[in-house]
């Protein structure tokens, strides 16, 4: 095995990728109580297999993203995905590190594999570059994957990262959204100030919403009760089918409340007036960053009447601040880019920006293909097929 980035394997291990999962301390392995090196010195890539060891390496990096965290792979591997994390270590330094999720497809011998939000590396690192690659073709060719998926964070009009994907032979996409990928258009929004400068930031609408809101009785609180999942998840699915989206089905919900909530790293904040629940917001945390997960806003009858739309998001900014977040990313800005008042979720984008939201847009999804002729049938469904199973699951949502 003639590899300068493999260290030695274990039986059953993958090809060519060494599985460690010793704890660290600042991304270095430790041994024995001491902080060491990870194998032999040398560029080399392994495969994480210990919760706390692989969140720790991605929390020193400074660019890490909740999706390329061990627990959303959990999630995920809820949701039939399977997760395999990578780490290329320049002696004891993690110079890239890539979370990559494997769906089987249906019926059928072929799989998929995506990198929400990453690969996270230095994008002209070659050596880094060299680590994942290998790493992802021999997880290819294990699962017979069709194609490899990244979606970074990463700006839109980012020459030299668009130079770089191109020259490792991935491909763009053209869409500007897809039915199972992260959103490209996103809002974030700085938590920089205290509370009185927070608010400033709002649209003089929110300002004048919240205030309402809170006159009229609306109240807050935050669900300390499994129970109060089925609440919310039947707000959501009447919601969904009244705007005509499909809402994930409530055991997604419950591995949520699971693996974020109930270990204090994630909140599920309730609206009421008079005992009656108008709306709710799940909201996620991983390192310094916030990330509104799902959100239920009832517009119709009181709800309309209380405006408490702005009270909820209100306090979510709140819990975050408290946790100690620096940003919190809105998620999907619901428009194409730049923003169109023709766009569907135009409403969606307007309301999220007046909270002081900026608009980002994350470069094109990017394909790696393994096999062409299984592509080209891949891609077709996924323009044709699963849009159209995505407003089927709208219509029958429970």
């Not at 929110?206 to 129970?227: H, K, S, T």
């Not at 089905?249 to 599920?268: D, I, K, M, Q, S």
Request: charged share 25%.
């Amino acid at each position: 095995m003639n590899d300068p980035l493999v260290s030695a394997l274990r039986p059953l291990d993958v090809p060519l990728v060494h599985s460690i999962g010793h704890p660290v301390q600042n991304g270095h392995a430790i041994r024995n109580g001491h902080a060491g090196v990870a194998g032999t010195r040398g560029t080399r890539v392994v495969e994480v297999v210990e919760a706390d060891h692989w969140n720790e390496l991605l929390l020193g990096r400074g660019d890490y993203e909740l999706a390329q965290g061990w627990e959303w792979g959990e999630v995920q591997r809820e949701a039939g995905f399977t997760p395999h994390r990578y780490a290329v270590l320049d002696g004891s330094a993690c110079i890239a590190a890539v979370s990559v999720t494997c769906r089987r497809l249906p019926g059928l011998p072929y799989s998929v594999l995506y990198a929400s939000r990453g690969p996270l590396l230095d994008w002209k690192d070659t050596h880094a570059w060299h680590g994942v690659l290998h790493a992802i073709r021999r997880l290819a060719e294990r699962h017979r994957a069709i194609f490899f998926r990244v979606s970074p964070a990463v700006a839109h009009d980012d020459a030299d990262v668009l130079s770089v994907l191109a020259r490792h032979r991935f491909r763009p996409i053209t869409d500007d959204w897809t039915t199972w990928n992260a959103a490209r258009v996103v809002l974030v929004s700085s938590l920089d100030g205290d509370e009185a400068a927070l608010v400033g930031r709002f649209r003089k609408g929110i300002r004048r919403d919240l205030a309402a809101a809170q006159r009229r009785g609306a109240r807050v609180r935050v669900a300390d009760d499994p129970a109060d999942l089925l609440a919310f998840h039947r707000l959501s699915v009447a919601a969904g089918r009244e705007k005509g989206y499909p809402v994930r089905p409530l055991a997604r919900l419950e591995a949520l409340w699971n693996t974020y909530v109930a270990r204090g790293h994630g909140v599920l904040l309730l609206t009421e007036h008079e005992g009656a629940l108008l709306g709710g917001v799940l909201g996620l945390r991983f390192g310094r960053r916030a990330y509104l997960h799902r959100a239920t806003i009832l517009r119709a009858g009181e709800g309309q009447r209380l405006h408490q739309g702005p009270l909820v998001y209100w306090e979510f900014i709140r819990w975050a601040k408290a946790a100690g977040c620096d940003v919190i990313d809105w998620g999907g800005s619901g428009t194409r880019f730049p923003p169109s008042e023709r766009d569907d979720g135009h409403g969606v984008y307007q309301f999220k920006s007046g909270f002081g939201a900026e608009l980002q847009c994350w470069v094109p999804y990017h394909d790696l293909v393994f096999r062409p002729r299984l592509y080209g049938l891949a891609r077709a469904a996924e323009r044709w097929v699963l849009p159209q199973a995505w407003r089927l699951r709208a219509r029958i949502n429970h």
